[in-house]
């Protein structure tokens, strides 16, 4: 078997159990966990995974290979961050401050802060500095173990800087050695001095074919998303968005029940959707039906978390209900100013409830799935792509352990290096 990268050494190597499709029900806690391993790719895909002894007996590896010393430690697939909200000026700390003072994430918003606030500042800025700024962002995320990121616009909340953020993330995409994934949300929030229906007719007839035109002449795949809740958008508002989108080809995501239940959930199931994200108030009968439909349910433990809310997504019920279950960060100036995934996975164990096996796969298959990569990211299997990380810890176990640490030491993106303490 050739292989151009060795990655020896492995202390445990960990990767989901099935070697194909989304996990869901008991499946998600179904894992392989390898002792004294190595991992062989080609080309940037795996090859071949096992005892080292094993793997090497097996190899023909070529002139130019390059073998990495794992030390130990413990590898993954690369993380899948399938929510973010990384490109945005200015920063919103005061909020964060009142928050602690026991102010609400509604109270705050009613007083001029919340998403409005980040588009004031995100609206000044230009899109090398917004490039500029997501880049070092995807940095940070790289160097805690992303390999794959989705970015959200929703600051713009213009023709002219939605567009101009859709640009940034399109750049992004090409400059990283994180994969950038675009979601387009002009849909995030209701700028300060519109009218609800009129910019809701707005994106429609105007910013959903804009973005369309751009992201077709760089043929990237697209997801539109939009804020279905009390005081943003209501269930209609995402009816015609979701109408709109589809008929232009784009993939559909809502951030749906984050505060409360408007049926968002339902909708995205009968849509087709690819995912919907936050789910904290979603009702039994729409977990049944997340549990019958390919539509992902992307949980962010982080937002309950740094909101300070008292209750968390009901994870072990739409797990028992077989829905398939994705973590994300929702990295973003406000609600959730927390990128580290490996933070993410500690809260996914202490308030969600998710076993340590449940919350890698939720953090690497599943997340794929939330970005239709399903079939070529989320798994260190034959035949996908080489997308690793190295952590510093042995054990997965010790993973949620180190809240607040970052144990990744390097990483490597479709079989090359991008990152290495
Ligand atoms: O997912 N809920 C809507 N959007 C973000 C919050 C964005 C912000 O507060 O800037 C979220 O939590
Ligand atoms: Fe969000």
Known sequence: MRADLLIDNIGELVTAESES????????GRVRRLGDAALACFDGQV????????????????????????GGGLVTPGLVDSHTHLIFDGNRSAEFLMRCQGKTYAEIAAAGGGI??????????????????GGLRLQRLLESGT?????????GLSLESELRMLEAI??????????VLPTFMPAHAVPTGSKKEEYVAHVIKDMLPAASRMVTESAVPTFVDIFCDRGYFTLDDTKLVFEAARELGFSLKVHS?????????????????ASCDHLLN???????????????????????????????APARRLVEKGAIVAIASDYNPGSCHIFSLPFIWGLSCLHLKLTVEEALNALTVNAAYALKLGDRLGRLSPGYQADVAIYQVSRLEEVPYNMGWNPIKAVFKKGRLVHNL
Request: proline share 1%; net charge negative; charged share 20%.
């Open 21 to 28: 499709g989304s996990l869901r029900g008991s499946e998600l």
């Open 47 to 70: 090859v071949c995974l096992g005892n080292r002894n094993e793997v090497k007996a097996q190899l023909q590896l070529t002139s130019d290979a390059t073998i990495y010393d794992a």
């Open 116 to 133: 409005v606030a980040s588009m004031l500042a995100t609206r000044d800025s230009s899109l090398d500095r917004l490039v500029s700024l």
């Open 147 to 155: 390999t794959t990121c989705e970015i959200k616009t929703g600051y």
């Open 170 to 179: 399109l750049h992004l995409r090409k400059q990283s050695a994180v994969e």
């Open 257 to 273: 029940d984050e505060f409360v239940s408007l049926g968002a959930t339902a909708l995205a199931c009968k849509y087709g959707a």
């Open 282 to 312: 979603v009702s039994e009968e729409e977990m049944a039906m997340l549990g019958c439909c390919e539509t992902v349910a992307v949980l962010l433990p982080g937002t309950s978390f740094y909101l300070n809310l008292a209750a968390h």
